[in-house]
Nanobody, 123 residues
Framework: QVHLVESGGGLVQAGGSLRVSCAAS????????LGWFRQAPGKKREYVAA????????YYANSVKGRFTISRDGAKNTAYLQMNSLTPEDTAVYYC????????????????WGQGTQVTVSS
């Protein structure tokens, strides 16, 4: 069982930066993947980035490539999403999830989810 808690969301102006965190309790196996997704009102949950927990290999959606950076600290059992050059289109609730089988761009492949943290980007 893995319990995830996101934090670090908030209000930021367009062009600004924000870092959100995902703290995990319970073991995340090296074969697992941790993904960040976001969901805006009235929209489906959207893949943002993922990282292979053991190898640290990272993957990004085209919409955030070059602006967002996913990382993890195994000793702290915590993952991060550094978001730069934010735009109002990045406004959403950001969720982290764990896929025990690896990594995926599909939310349905993730078995564990946090409660989400709100990120609002003003223009």
């Amino acid at each position: 069982q893995v319990h995830l808690v996101e934090s670090g969301g908030g209000l930021v102006q367009a062009g600004g930066s924000l870092r959100v965190s995902c703290a995990a309790s319970g073991r995340i196996f090296s074969s697992s993947g941790l993904g960040w997704f976001r969901q805006a009102p009235g929209k489906k949950r959207e893949y943002v980035a993922a990282i292979r927990w053991g190898a640290g290999t990272t993957y990004y959606a085209n919409s955030v490539k070059g602006r967002f950076t996913i990382s993890r600290d195994g000793a702290k059992n915590t993952a991060y999403l550094q978001m730069n050059s934010l735009t109002p289109e990045d406004t959403a609730v950001y969720y982290c999830g764990v896929d025990r089988q690896g990594w995926s761009t599909s939310a349905s492949d993730y078995e564990y989810w946090g409660q989400g943290t709100q990120v609002t980007v003003s223009s």
